[in-house]
């Protein structure tokens, strides 16, 4: 799926300057991970989700915020 998203010439494969817009893509993924990963655990815990939503500015009840962490 993610070769798919970065294969702009929809050849099925992707070339170096493809490979490179994932490989930042990725990188950027796990910037904001760590970011929200306070206790570096390697895990986001239901309080670590809670701020990450919240810093988005997602203003979610807590019932809601568990489902979406449970799922």
């Known amino acids: 799926m993610m070769i798919r998203m ?3 010439d ?3 494969t992707i070339n ?3 490979f490179c ?3 930042g893509f990725l990188a950027a993924w796990r910037g904001l991970f760590d970011r929200f990963d306070v206790d570096r655990s390697g ?3 239901l309080r670590e989700f809670e701020d ?3 810093a988005f500015g997602y203003r979610l009840s807590p019932q809601f915020v568990q489902l979406l962490f449970s799922t």
């Open 52 to 54: 990450a939503l919240v």
């Open 10 to 12: 929809r050849s099925g």
């Open 6 to 8: 970065f294969d702009t």
């Open 43 to 45: 895990n986001i815990s």
């Open 16 to 18: 170096f300057d493809e």
């Open 21 to 23: 817009g994932l490989w």
